[in-house]
């Protein structure tokens, strides 16, 4: 692998920057690997380099429908905190932090991210009271997360409107470790690292069916682009998991809404930090380009289409305007939609499945860019050593057959 540095960055200027060389290859499929992984988003590609990295299992394939980094991590608002309420999701986000806060050595990679603080404001009492048991709960994980009054609110992020309105901001949780990241970055560094350990990650790839055999183990996949034999198969497919999982016979706890997001035109550096608000669904940041990225809270209704209704948008904006007035006008660009899939409970599942050799990472909801290197990093483990990692362990599918529950809905920034 090229290794990216101020040296070589200088001397390649010096060639007319006509040295460098592919992030990485596109390989054909091989007729057998020991693990196929579906799905070359950031949870996808993150896995496999840990597969490789970590577990010393190279001879990985990462298959993908359609290009890299084109479903839900191109088009996620790349928040980032770990500031969960559950002891199971604040370990497994937490763990996320700390990847995040090394990723970009560890992969050689500039993956931006950038730990301005994560504002979550409270608009009534019921999210003082929610917001303040998070503090707590948080501080006895070890995990950063303080009280602001509605006046720290407006020093710390001086643009927000904290007089007289519709939802009157009276106070906020500020993780000041949380922040952002550049989605493409991400994939694309992981995607340069698992390459060089010598994974195959193949694009425009389609997966057809699973097949099983007469045990009913995993024998390997159907795709467009012939079989590919593999006795373990881990499913990362975001919004269209439910979709995989049924061609193996698998039904899971999964509904898919699409979630809107929208960016403005940029502008000079004029937002801090990352200010989000579950009682308006809406939350927003400022990208490096200058942009204000917005984000909403899922559509009401179920569906695999990547639009979302026009009022959701229409509604997000409205907020924003009242939060931050000086935004009213600022012209936006261009708004997208994603697939998120969603669990009854909003936490993931990342797990064995009863199929021998077929394991899932799916059900993330609005949470799943944030937990994107610790994500990858347990669901190998889980693959390599067919058990689950101890952060993982309780999200499981055997979870809602038993009513063991770890229901993060008001950790969501937004309406699930």
Known sequence: ?????????????????????????????????????????GHGLATAHYLAKE??????????????????????????????????????????????????QDLNYNVMYSPRGVLMLAHNIHDVQSFKRHVHANRLNGIDNEWLSAEECKEFCPPLNIGAMRYPILGGALQRRGGTARHDAV???????????????IENCEVTGIRRGVNGAVEGVETSRGFIRAKKVGVSAAGHTSVIMSMAGVRLPLESYPL????????????????????????????????????????????????????????TLDAICELVPMFRRLRMLRNWG???????????????TPVP???????????????????GNVFAWTIARD??????????????????????????????
């Open 338 to 352: 994603g697939i998120v899939d969603v669990t009854p409970d909003r936490s993931p599942i990342i797990a064995k």
């Open 55 to 104: 577990h010393g299992i190279t001879n990985v394939a990462v298959v993908e429908k359609g290009w890299l980094g084109g479903g839900n991590t191109g088009r996620n608002t790349t928040i980032i905190r770990s500031n969960y309420l559950f002891d199971e999701s604040a370990a497994l986000y937490e763990h996320a932090l700390k990847l995040w806060e090394g990723l970009s």
């Open 187 to 201: 994939a694309w560094g992981y995607a340069r690292a698992a390459d060089a350990r010598g994974v195959d990650i």
């Open 260 to 315: 809107q997001a929208l960016v403005s035109e940029p502008v000079k550096p004029a937002f801090p930090c990352v200010v989000m608000s579950n009682t308006i669904h809406a939350y927003i940041s400022q990208s490096d380009k200058g942009e204000m990225v917005i984000g909403a809270g899922t559509d009401a209704y179920t569906s695999y289409s990547q639009r979302g209704a026009l009022h959701i948008a229409s509604h």
């Open 1 to 41: 692998m090229q290794n990216y540095s101020a040296f070589s960055l200088f001397k390649q200027a010096l060639g007319g920057h006509a040295g460098w060389q592919r992030q990485w290859r596109s390989p054909e499929p091989k007729a057998e690997y020991d693990v196929i992984i579906v799905g070359a988003g």
């Open 357 to 375: 050799g077929l394991y899932v990472n799916c059900g993330w909801g609005t949470g799943g860019f944030k937990a994107t290197p610790g994500s």
């Open 387 to 416: 058990e689950p990692h101890k952060i993982n362990a309780p999200f499981t599918i055997e979870r809602f057959r038993d009513g063991i529950l770890i229901d993060e809905a008001a950790a969501a920034a937004v309406a699930h």
